[in-house]
């Protein structure tokens, strides 16, 4: 994937959870812990991200895990089983640039995925894979595959300040307003959360 292709990246949130990220910044999973939030993630998959490193860096927990494109499976799953409003917020690709930023070719907890530095690392990714509009396909095992290359991630370490984030997608136009309080411009893309 070319670095032109990165326009934006992608933080899908709780609207609940806007006012403490712009106090605090986009925390990772480590750092949101010491503080009152909601969470959208699946405990099974935390367990699995718990435990895993990336290679010479720290475990994923420690990283903000962002997406080339929200609309995966994990947004899939979410517009089909969580009832309270979430927002997609739009970050700012300079964040490839930080230091120790990491970049996997897929789902980050997933057992096959690999790990490159950013910026470089973009050239590993197949954005025909990570854009693609759909991951479904006959053979269970491509299904799979395509499945873990469309939720490929960029980790950033530790938090990102809300400098970088730029705006709020949203699925209609009652959440569209939850980023605004806050200054972030507002996009209502229903086709974002699968709508």
């Known amino acids: 994937m070319k670095r032109d292709r990165v326009s934006v990246l992608h933080y899908i949130v709780p609207v609940e959870n806007l006012s403490s990220i712009a106090e605090h910044g986009v925390l990772s999973h480590e750092r949101a812990s010491s503080l009152p939030h909601a969470s959208i993630a699946l405990d099974s998959v935390q367990e699995i991200r718990a435990t ?10 420690q990283y903000v895990n962002l997406y080339f494109d ?11 089983n969580e009832s ?29 995925t690999r790990f490159y530095p950013s910026p470089s690392g973009l050239e590993a990714l197949n954005e025909e894979f ?5 991951w479904n396909h ?22 990102i300040s809300i400098e970088y984030v730029s705006g709020v997608i949203a699925a209609d ?6 980023g605004r309080d806050f200054g972030w411009q507002g996009e209502v893309n229903p086709h974002v959360f699968f709508k």
């Open 173 to 178: 136009s009652n959440t569209e307003n939850a």
């Open 84 to 112: 309270r409003p979430f927002v997609v917020l739009k970050i700012d690709p300079a964040v490839l640039d930080f230091p120790h930023v990491a970049i996997s070719d897929g789902n980050a907890a997933s057992d096959i």
């Open 70 to 80: 929200a609309r995966n499976s994990m947004m899939f799953y979410l517009n089909r």
């Open 130 to 134: 990570v854009f693609a509009e759909s």
């Open 52 to 61: 895993k490193r990336v290679p010479r860096g720290g475990r994923l927990h």
């Open 138 to 159: 006959q053979d269970y095992w491509t299904k799979r595959e395509l499945k873990r290359r469309r939720c490929a991630e960029v980790l950033i370490p530790h938090q």
